[in-house]
């Protein structure tokens, strides 16, 4: 079992910055692929990027260029560095583990990105 918690999000304006974390606990982080996803009001939960144990990472088109993840495995943490944030960024921004065939969420933190 793994639970995960998820922190850093709030309102910010277009343009600006925000980084999210996500506290990880209840087995070994390391040996898991981690990610961060979104979902929208009245839309699907899209992925936003992953991150494999070994550092490997894919990014959403949309997202490419202006986030970062990484994952700092002696702290059991993943992030999200959210750069050059527009309005189509506002969403609940949700922590993944998976390692098959689990596959663990966080409860997901508001990211609002508003003028």
């Known amino acids: 079992q793994v639970q995960l918690v998820e922190s850093g999000g709030g309102l910010v304006q277009p343009g600006g910055s925000l980084r999210l974390s996500c506290a990880a606990s209840?087995?070994?982080?390391?040996?898991?692929?981690m990610g961060w996803y979104r979902q929208a009001p009245g839309k699907q939960r899209d992925l936003v990027a992953r991150?494999?144990?070994?550092?490997?990472?894919v990014y959403a088109g949309s997202v490419k260029g202006r986030f970062t993840i990484s994952r700092d495995n002696l702290k059991n943490t993943l992030y999200l560095q959210m750069n050059s944030l527009k309005p189509e960024d506002t969403a609940v921004y949700y922590c993944?583990?998976?390692?098959?065939?689990?596959?663990?969420w966080g409860q997901g933190t508001q990211v609002t990105v508003d003028s």
């Open positions: 991150i494999t144990g070994g550092a490997i990472t």
């Open positions: 993944n583990a998976f390692k098959s065939p689990r596959n663990y």
């Open positions: 209840g087995d070994i982080f390391s040996t898991y692929a």
